[in-house]
C-alpha cells in the first residue's frame, strides 16, 4: 500500500502517542498531537488544556451526553465547535503533506482517502496502569480506575462523532498490543508498511 | 514476545485461511485448520460438514438461540457437546506442539497461556466478495449478503461462547487488514513477530 498520512488512534498509557512520535521521526515527518492542541486553542480561542480535554472526551460517558453540553459558539456547542474545526484542521495538514496525527478520531476523519495508514495501539490494563505511573506519576485515585474512566469517556466521544465502534478491529488496518508485542517492535512494522 | 502457538481468527473471505496455512509452512510447524474439523468428526460420530458448520456458526444469530438447539450428548446440546470436546483438543495440540490454529474461537481457549501470538485478520465486504466469488464460485446469494451472514453468526457463536466482543481489537496481540496490507506482507509480519 501507498500510503502518505498514518493515523494512530490509542488506549490510554498504551505508549501510542510514543509511538507515533518515534515513528514519525524515523520517517523524517511531522507528527501531529500537541501541535495539533497548539492549532486548535489558537482558531478557537480556548485554552490548550481546555481543547485538549474537549477535543477527544466525553464530558459523562454515553450516547446523549454530548448534546447537552453548554452551547456557547454559532449555536453549536463548544465540543461541536472544535469537532469542526479540527476536522477541517486534519484534512488540511492531509492534504499538505506527509505526517503522522495522533488521536483525535483522524482514522474517521480521512477514512476516505486511499493513501492514509491507519492504526490502532492498545495494551492491557496492567502494562497500562505501570506506564501512566512512571510516567504521569501516582494520584488519589487507583490507575486502574483512571485508565478505565479515560478509555469509556475517549470511547463515548469516538461513537457520538463517528458512530463507529472505538477500537474495532475492522476500523483499523493495524491494530497492535504494544505491551506484549513491544514499543519498538510496533514502530518498525508502522514504518515498514509505511515505506512499501 | 517468544511465542509456541499462533491463533489466527478471521473474517470469511479475509484471505485468514490461507495466511495460516502458509505461515505454518515459513515456520515448518502444523496448521490445524481441516485437520481439526477431522479430528472433532473423529471423535464426536458427526459428519465433517455438521461439525466445520456447529463448531463455529450459530445457528439462528442472537444471544440465547444457542441454548435452544436440539440436546442430544448427555443433556448437552449438539453445539455444546462439540464446544467441549473441540476446546479439549486445542489445548492438547497447544501443550503437545509449536502450530497454527485458525478459527474456531481458539483465542479465547488459550488465553491463559503467555506463549501464543493471537491475530485477526479481516478485509473490507469488496475485497472478501471478490474473494470468495474466486475460491467458491457464484450461488444464488449475492456475496456481500453471504458474508453478512456468515459474519452475523460467526460472532453470535464467539460472543456466545466466550462472553466477548469477536473482532474487539483489544482480544488479539496483532490485527491485519489483508485487503490493504496484502496476504504476503500479512504472513510475513506474522512470522517476524512469531519468531521474536
Known amino acids: ?5 498514518i ?13 507515533g512520535k ?5 520517517l523524517r515527518i511531522p507528527c501531529y498531537d500537541q501541535e495539533l492542541i497548539r492549532k486548535l486553542a489558537e482558531q478557537s480561542g480556548f485554552t490548550q488544556d481546555y481543547v485538549a480535554e474537549e477535543s477527544e472526551y466525553s464530558e459523562h460517558p454515553g450516547w446523549f451526553s454530548n448534546a447537552f453540553t453548554g452551547r456557547s459558539v454559532n449555536g453549536l456547542s463548544n465540543q461541536d465547535y472544535l469537532w469542526s474545526l479540527q476536522r477541517q484542521i486534519i484534512l488540511d495538514l492531509a492534504d499538505k503533506e506527509s505526517c503522522v496525527i495522533v488521536g483525535r478520531c483522524a482514522d474517521y476523519i480521512l477514512k476516505d482517502r ?3 495508514l491507519t492504526v490502532f495501539i492498545h495494551a492491557d490494563l496492567e ?23 479515560k ?8 461513537q457520538f462523532y463517528t458512530d463507529m465502534k472505538w477500537g474495532q478491529a475492522q476500523n483499523y488496518h493495524l491494530a497492535l498490543d504494544s505491551g506484549a508485542v513491544g514499543i519498538e517492535r510496533c514502530i518498525s512494522i508502522i514504518t515498514d508498511l509505511f515505506s512499501d
Chains 1, 2 share one sequence.
Open 22 to 26: 518515534q515513528t514519525a521521526e524515523m
Open 127 to 149: 502494562k497500562r496502569a505501570e506506564r501512566i505511573v512512571k510516567i504521569y506519576g501516582e494520584t488519589d485515585q487507583l490507575p486502574q480506575k483512571r485508565l478505565l474512566e
Open 151 to 158: 478509555d469509556k469517556r475517549r470511547a463515548a466521544f469516538y
Open 7 to 19: 493515523t494512530i488512534s490509542r488506549e490510554f498509557g498504551s505508549g501510542g502517542r510514543t509511538i
Open 1 to 5: 500500500m501507498k500510503n502518505r498520512i
Open 114 to 116: 486511499s493513501d492514509c
